[in-house]
């Protein structure tokens, strides 16, 4: 019986089968390994749906009603919950399962002015998951000065970080897709509860104060020109002081407003852009 064939490479004697094992070695470890990277990447971390807004506006509330589906009671949160949710949380009780089982996360943030940083860093953060934020206000308590002025002063950070990552993004890739943000008008239930519109140009015009305010302090401080950092202060267009929801789009925020009740289980229309949230 005849002996293989045997091949001399870089000082090495090797028998055919053993050459062309490693032949195949060579080429097909990089395409398995390139497919199952491209797998991950698509996949990618799970989807982040970050929950902010001011202190005791409902924001746990909203949380453990999707996950328990019922009300339980709660308190002022201080540090940050993350929860993971199948999609089948966002549907009613008489709505048909889709067949959809991708998880995804909601993050909840505390409302405390001093806590909120940890909300501006999930959205900054470059390699974060974030396709959705909800806003959650209370709308009864709006029509005082104080209150609306602290729920848009917190919008406002909030906003602006979005358009810093939509910037940033933007010079490392041509297609930058905006981020949804779901201003949800919690407690509509109550007597004082204003109704969506009024509380969205409440915010609207209230934001333009804040805008025309930082502008003029940014002035008198001596900066402008040559202050890109302090200029990164200002929300949406420099050359106006004027807020419109339609006009944040071109910084990379899609801005939708909303009522609801979690304690009367008037949640469907934000479950519902959560939904198409997922879908996107």
């Known amino acids: 019986m005849s002996s293989l064939p045997t091949f001399d490479v870089l000082g090495f004697t090797l028998s055919l089968p053993i050459l062309v094992i490693s032949l195949l070695a060579v080429v097909l470890i990089p395409i398995v390994l390139g ?23 409902g924001k746990t509330s909203l949380l453990l009603y999707l996950q328990e589906k019922t009300l339980i009671p709660t308190q002022t949160s201080t540090t940050p ?13 008489d709505s048909p399962d889709d067949g959809s089982n991708k998880p995804f996360h909601i993050r909840d943030t505390p409302g405390h002015p001093k806590l909120r940083s940890t909300a501006i860093n999930t959205i900054t953060q470059p390699t974060g998951s974030c396709i959705g934020i909800i806003y ?30 939509y910037a ?18 919690n407690k509509n239930d109550l007597f004082t509860a204003l109704p969506p519109a009024k509380i969205s140009n409440l915010l609207q015009t209230e934001l333009s104060r ?14 402008g020109e040559n202050d890109d950092e302090d200029l990164d202060r200002v929300l949406g267009d420099e050359r ?38 997922l879908e996107a």
Do not use: H
């Open 136 to 165: 959650m206000l209370d709308s009864a308590v709006l029509s005082t000065q104080v209150r609306l002025t602290d729920t848009a002063e917190y919008l406002y950070e909030l906003l602006l970080a979005i358009q810093k990552r």
């Open 168 to 185: 940033t993004l933007s010079e490392s890739t041509t297609s930058t897709e905006l981020i949804p943000l779901l201003i949800a008008c």
């Open 81 to 93: 919950a993350t929860v993971r949710l199948s999609p089948s949380a966002l549907l009613s009780a």
């Open 210 to 223: 804040m805008k025309e305010t930082k502008r003029k302090g940014l002035l008198n401080a001596g900066a």
């Open 240 to 277: 106006t002081d004027q807020i419109t929801w339609d006009g944040l789009k071109e910084f990379g925020v899609e801005v939708t407003v909303q009522s609801g009740s979690i304690k009367s289980s008037a949640v469907d229309g934000w479950t519902s852009w959560m939904s198409a949230c």
């Open 35 to 57: 497919k199952l990277l491209a797998s991950g990447a698509k996949s990618g971390p799970s989807s982040v749906i970050l929950l902010a807004g001011p202190r005791d506006a």
